[in-house]
């Protein structure tokens, strides 16, 4: 393989727009709740004494929480914590800090989305997901959908594997079927025309696995659903769990089309939250990247993907079939093994 181009850092002008503020726009301290009102059609509230979203409505109906009482967190939930919540111009920011752990909840100004951040200090907190609880029979679901328990399934391993009485075997692991390797999709979710609900992932830069990891991202029964970001899911994969900040992973409601691509986490542009004080936030003036002038002897028919990885971070991107050049951008400085893999097969590192 030629040479890989050093990482470079610039500078840039980053300045937060200060649109009209209007009355609806805003939180409410409620004793229990901050209730935050996004001056567009959501409103949501966050618990103060644990941090969970506990309430989601959209045009004025309630999507959120499971009929047992449970609510959307980090990994089942964080436990008494300290939430403190800050208002600026456009942007409201809510701080969750339970022992070692910080988790973030945004709202912005006129957008119809909760923008999540979730800091692993250390091992302490295990945190290998956030879920979004949902009410049941929202979304679509049939019974040959592969994540979707039908009442009278029966159990076949453990305690989420299962048998429909048509004979189809259900689990939330391993969809590859409905959204396969995380380099394969960007958001989880579901429309029924007229509503959708979807989680965008973020970068999985603290995640692990690498570009091919496949692990649960929904879950459905007759009286609930989930939808999941994975932080650090420990089972099938022998890296390392990383540690820090990851995200922005967003919630995104609409009227039925599919979530706004300039969040996807290759397109989106946070230069928005570089002033907001998030813990392990690093812009993308202190970000770089990394340039491969071309990959020799690749073969016809293959898909080819560079991927960078330390103990730190994790990155990858496709590879140009026609030069064999790629990029990978905002990448942490670090010192980074790169490899380059065939289909799913490594065939060269360095």
């Known amino acids: 393989m030629r040479a890989i181009n050093e990482v470079f850092f610039g500078v840039v002008v980053l300045l937060l727009s200060l649109p009209a503020v209007f009355a609806s726009w805003g939180y409410t301290d409620t ?187 929904r879950r459905a029964d007759a009286t609930s659903e989930d939808l999941y970001e994975i932080l650090n899911y420990d089972m099938g994969h022998t890296d390392p769990e990383r540690f820090g900040l990851q995200g922005p992973y967003v919630l995104e409601f609409t009227t039925g089309a599919t979530p706004s691509t300039k969040w996807f986490a290759r397109n989106a542009d946070w230069s928005w939250m570089d002033s907001l004080s998030i813990t392990g936030w690093v812009a993308s003036t202190g970000r770089g990247y990394v340039s491969g002038i071309g990959v020799s002897n690749m073969k016809s028919g293959f898909t080819y993907v560079a991927g960078l990885s330390n103990s730190n971070a994790q990155y990858w991107t496709t590879i140009t079939t026609t030069s064999g050049s790629f990029t990978i951008g905002n990448v942490l400085p670090g010192t980074y093994t790169l490899t380059i893999y065939k289909n799913e097969y490594e065939v060269g590192t360095k």
């Open 31 to 217: 004793g229990s709740n901050y209730v935050i009102d996004t001056g567009s059609n959501l409103v949501f509230s966050v618990s103060k004494t644990n941090g969970d979203i506990n309430s989601i409505k959209y045009y004025g109906t309630e999507y959120e929480g499971w009929p047992t009482g449970q609510h959307s967190h980090v990994q089942s939930g964080l436990g008494t914590s300290t939430v403190t919540i800050t208002q600026y111009s456009n942007v409201i920011k809510v701080e969750i800090k339970y022992l070692t752990l910080k988790h973030y909840v945004i709202a912005r100004y006129k957008y119809d989305n909760i923008f999540l951040l979730t800091n692993k200090g250390d091992s302490t907190v295990p945190a290998q997901r956030f879920i979004l609880r949902l009410k049941g029979g929202i979304l679509p679901s049939t019974s040959a959908t592969s994540d979707y328990y039908d009442t009278g399934s029966t159990i076949i391993e453990a305690s989420d594997i299962m048998v429909n009485s048509l004979g189809y075997t259900k689990s939330k692991h391993y969809e590859g079927s409905n959204y396969g390797r995380v380099i394969d999709y960007d958001y989880v979710g579901k429309s029924t025309g007229s509503l959708g609900i979807w989680l965008i992932r973020s970068n999985h830069e603290k995640a692990s696995g690498g570009p091919f990891f496949r692990s649960l991202l």
